[in-house]
Nanobody
Framework: QFQLVESGGGLVQPGGSLKLSCKASGWSWDYYAIAWFRRAPGKEREGVSCISSRSGTSYYADSVKGRFTTSKDNAKRMAYLEMTNLKPEDTAVYYC????????????????WGQGTQVTVSS
């Protein structure tokens, strides 16, 4: 059973930080691209960050550049999204996704998706 499970979401004040985790199970994802997406209430799903399956290079949406950092630990089958200087507009359900090729920040092509974890930024 191929599965991705996110954790680490919660309530944080503006300016605060959170670290999301994504655990993969059921297959070897060493050469898979991974990405983080989010969906805020009433808005379209937005690509936040991704890591290339070939080069390991990370890419970020302009809205989070300089504040979010994504990483991948193949040995642990884990991916992470470190979020700093959080803003109320970062409030959303965050999802990790994985796919065998590089798909960038668009959702099409990613094969596996987690169930999401809620991040709420509010004072």
């Amino acid at each position: 059973q191929f599965q991705l499970v996110e954790s680490g979401g919660g309530l944080v004040q503006p300016g605060g930080s959170l670290k999301l985790s994504c655990k993969a199970s059921g297959w070897s994802w060493d050469y898979y691209a991974i990405a983080w997406f989010r969906r805020a209430p009433g808005k379209e799903r937005e690509g936040v960050s991704c890591i290339s399956s070939r080069s390991g290079t990370s890419y970020y949406a302009d809205s989070v550049k300089g504040r979010f950092t994504t990483s991948k630990d193949n040995a642990k089958r884990m991916a992470y999204l470190e979020m700093t200087n959080l803003k109320p507009e970062d409030t959303a359900v965050y999802y990790c996704a994985a796919g065998p090729l590089d798909y960038g920040l668009g959702p099409a092509g990613y094969t596996y998706w987690g169930q999401g974890t809620q991040v709420t930024v509010s004072s």
